[in-house]
């Protein structure tokens, strides 16, 4: 525990400088304060919810090889489901590489449309809009997320992808890639990348998701490839256009962890339209 706690506290030592030169630099949102609002709150989720999305991964991954393994023979003993887990298949006898590759397609895939069910799900909201509860949005908006929302969602994207037969070794750095992508495109900059906007999530894309604007509700779901959107009519990227306003309309979960936490349990809550 100690370890992760240091090496958490390196990261956002490195971090928290980086960001802070990019973002004075290439403003999304000209002169928002580096102690903005909700930053605390940030600040404790990064401590407490970080180690505990690797606790909640690893039970939802054992959920999910549980769930997909003994319905296709697998024995119910550790040395037989790692067995089962290192099976050989045509997935599995791919280069790692390729395997990342398609771990990032399919993986982004899945939560394209895990992340379209939360925002439509009125009993999932709650629990997505605690993320989207952020009113001043960088970098460290990204680690804001509710160990229900992340466990649902690593559970729907292992299932499918431990059926294929990909080598659970590939699976670490392609989630490594994901969780690290989520980090920059919160990030308060007004990159967008030019044409290349259609091919890779940017900040400007995702910020416009984070958006209370009317335009932008409901929109650029994906959180690495925009072909996802293009695809299925979500996509919403206006030319030399920044969003300005985030958040939610109307009832939003309380700042502070601890109240974050508790609130999907308290009842109905009101969702974006759409």
């Given at each position: 525990?100690?370890?992760?706690?240091?090496?958490?506290?390196?990261?956002?030592?490195?971090?928290?400088?980086?960001?802070?030169?990019?973002?004075?630099?290439?403003?999304?949102?000209?002169?928002?304060?580096?102690?903005?609002?909700?930053?605390?709150?940030?600040?404790?989720?990064?401590?407490?919810?970080?180690?505990?999305?690797?606790?909640?991964?690893?039970?939802?991954?054992?959920?999910?090889?549980?769930?997909?393994?003994?319905?296709l023979g697998a024995p119910l003993s550790p040395d037989g489901l790692i067995d089962?887990?290192?099976?050989?298949?045509?997935?599995?006898?791919?280069?790692?590489?390729?395997?990342?590759?398609?771990?990032?397609?399919?993986?982004?895939?899945?939560?394209?449309?895990?992340?379209?069910?939360?925002?439509?799900n009125s009993r999932l909201w709650p629990f997505h809009a605690v993320h989207h509860?952020?009113?001043?949005?960088?970098?460290?908006?990204?680690?804001?997320?509710?160990?229900?929302?992340?466990?649902?969602?690593?559970?729907?994207?292992?299932?499918?992808?431990?059926?294929?037969?990909?080598?659970?070794?590939?699976?670490?750095?392609?989630?490594?890639?994901?969780?690290?992508?989520?980090?920059?495109?919160?990030?308060?900059?007004?990159?967008?990348?030019?044409?290349?906007?259609?091919?890779?999530?940017?900040?400007?894309?995702?910020?416009?998701?984070?958006?209370?604007?009317?335009?932008?509700?409901?929109?650029?779901?994906?959180?690495?490839?925009?072909?996802?959107?293009?695809?299925?009519?979500?996509?919403?990227?206006?030319?030399?256009?920044?969003?300005?306003?985030?958040?939610?309309?109307?009832?939003?979960?309380?700042?502070?962890?601890?109240?974050?936490?508790?609130?999907?349990?308290?009842?109905?809550?009101?969702?974006?339209?759409?």
């Amino acid at each position: 525990m100690i370890e992760v706690l240091v090496r958490l506290t390196l990261a956002f030592v490195v971090l928290l400088p980086v960001f802070a030169l990019l973002e004075r630099a290439f403003p999304g949102v000209p002169g928002q304060r580096r102690l903005r609002r909700g930053f605390w709150t940030d600040v404790a989720y990064w401590f407490v919810s970080v180690p505990m999305s690797r606790v909640v991964a690893f039970a939802s991954a054992t959920v999910a090889v549980l769930v997909v393994a003994l319905p296709l023979g697998a024995p119910l003993s550790p040395d037989g489901l790692i067995d089962w887990l290192n099976r050989d298949t045509a997935i599995s006898r791919q280069p790692a590489w390729a395997q990342v590759v398609e771990l990032l397609l399919l993986g982004d895939f899945i939560a394209y449309w895990m992340h379209r069910l939360f925002h439509r799900n009125s009993r999932l909201w709650p629990f997505h809009a605690v993320h989207h509860s952020s009113t001043d949005l960088d970098w460290l908006s990204s680690v804001r997320v509710h160990p229900v929302n992340e466990a649902l969602t690593t559970f729907a994207q292992f299932l499918p992808l431990l059926a294929l037969g990909f080598r659970p070794g590939t699976l670490g750095p392609a989630a490594g890639i994901l969780v690290l992508y989520a980090v920059f495109i919160h990030a308060n900059l007004r990159w967008s990348f030019g044409p290349l906007r259609y091919i890779i999530a940017t900040p400007v894309f995702h910020r416009w998701h984070h958006t209370s604007q009317e335009e932008g509700l409901d929109k650029n779901f994906a959180g690495f490839l925009p072909l996802w959107d293009l695809l299925f009519g979500t996509f919403y990227l206006p030319s030399g256009s920044q969003p300005t306003r985030f958040g939610i309309r109307g009832d939003s979960p309380p700042d502070g962890l601890g109240r974050q936490l508790l609130y999907p349990f308290r009842g109905p809550t009101s969702r974006p339209a759409g």
